[in-house]
T-cell receptor, first 116, second 114 residues
Framework: EAGVAQSPRYKIIEKRQSVAFWCNPI?????LYWYQQILGQGPKLLIQ????????DSQLPKDRFSAERLKGVDSTLKIQPAKLEDSAVYLC??????????????FGPGTRLTVL | AQSVTQPDIHITVSEGASLELRCNYS??????LFWYVQSPGQGLQLLLK??????LVQGIKGFEAEFKRSQSSFNLRKPSVHWSDAAEYFC????????????FGAGTTVTVRA
């Protein structure tokens, strides 16, 4: 079974530029998560999708971050404009479903973003 | 709010020696507790989880963890470390009332010396 795919694996940009990350979850997984992992910290949830609807985006800096999951499969996370403090690894995870019962989250390898 | 503290930023252990990683949590209700491992360039992989029942849980790769409610702890152990166990380890807490959303600790980096 293929895992969660993410691209690109690495990205270097200058501040005020824009960047986009792509995630393809495990086939059949309804729930998709984007996490931000700053060096020396644990992952922090940015946004959670259930199919193509947003379940939780309370931690997403909406003035510069946006995310979409058209058709309920692939997802894109965008930052525009980027700031130095956005340098981090962006992890995508997916699970069968969310809600009343626990479903394990499976993580992709992440995209390492460096903002200069 | 739920939170997790991993007191040790970095641990160095000799190959074949035992390993224990500490995790303390803060949560008002019964927590769901997890340990993940992240190898360089890899995503997080679930080692084990505790929801209820036996407080000593077994996971993959020879790891185990013990839930101690009185100490609000969920420490991870391995009796004999292999060089391939060098990685970063994250403790996380979730709750059914919060749709099992995960709050992660800052992680502990494990270095294994020959």
């Amino acid at each position: 079974e293929a895992g969660v795919a993410q691209s690109p694996r690495y990205k270097i940009i200058e501040k005020r530029q824009s960047v986009a990350f792509w995630c393809n979850p495990i086939s059949g997984h309804a729930t998709l998560y984007w996490y931000q992992q700053i060096l020396g910290q644990g992952p922090k949830l940015l946004i959670q999708f259930q199919n193509n609807g947003v379940v939780d985006d309370s931690q997403l800096p909406k003035d510069r971050f946006s995310a979409e999951r058209l058709k309920g499969v692939d997802s894109t996370l965008k930052i525009q404009p980027a700031k130095l403090e956005d340098s981090a690894v962006y992890l995508c995870a997916s699970s069968l479903d969310s809600g009343d019962s626990y479903n394990e989250q499976f993580f992709g390898p992440g995209t390492r973003l460096t903002v200069l | 709010a739920q939170s997790v503290t991993q007191p040790d930023i970095h641990i160095t252990v000799s190959e074949g020696a035992s390993l224990e990683l500490r995790c303390n949590y803060s949560y008002g209700a019964t927590p769901y507790l997890f340990w993940y491992v992240q190898s360089p360039g890899q995503g997080l992989q679930l080692l084990l989880k505790y929801f209820s029942g036996d407080t000593l849980v077994q996971g993959i790769k020879g790891f185990e963890a013990e839930f101690k409610r009185s100490q609000s702890s969920f420490n991870l152990r391995k009796p004999s470390v292999h060089w391939s166990d060098a990685a970063e380890y994250f403790c996380a807490v979730g709750a059914r009332s919060n749709d099992y959303k995960l709050s992660f600790g800052a992680g502990t980096t494990v270095t294994v010396r020959a």
